[in-house]
Nanobody, 116 residues
Framework: QVQLVESGGGLVQPGGSLRLSCAASRNIFSTYSMGWYRQAPGKQRDLVASITTGGGTKYADTVKGRFTISRVNAKNTVYLQMNALKPEDTAVYYC??????????WGQGTQVTVSS
């Protein structure tokens, strides 16, 4: 089993920044790809950014150039740095760990609200 705990959400004004953290209960980054997803009210959960075991990254078109996913292996933690935030970025953000589709774990989510 893997527990994922997100933190760092909150209320921010448009144009502002937030950094989300996802702490895993054990060292999994050598075997699990990690991702950040988000879900706005009434909408499906969508992939925002992902990082593979080899460190390759991928981003949704809507966040390219504004968001950065990274990880610190020694801390078992994945980050999502979010800059130039827009109201449409408002959502609950979830951390995900994926083992080639065989096993999948989710965090509890953290709310991000972008509003003036």
């Amino acid at each position: 089993q893997v527990q994922l705990v997100e933190s760092g959400g909150g209320l921010v004004q448009p144009g502002g920044s937030l950094r989300l953290s996802c702490a895993a209960s054990r060292n999994i980054f050598s075997t699990y790809s990690m991702g950040w997803y988000r879900q706005a009210p009434g909408k499906q959960r969508d992939l925002v950014a992902s990082i593979t075991t080899g460190g390759g990254t991928k981003y949704a078109d809507t966040v390219k150039g504004r968001f950065t996913i990274s990880r610190v292996n020694a801390k078992n933690t994945v980050y999502l740095q979010m800059n130039a935030l827009k109201p449409e970025d408002t959502a609950v953000y979830y951390c995900n760990a994926d083992l080639l589709g065989i096993r999948n774990y989710w965090g509890q989510g953290t709310q991000v609200t972008v509003s003036s």
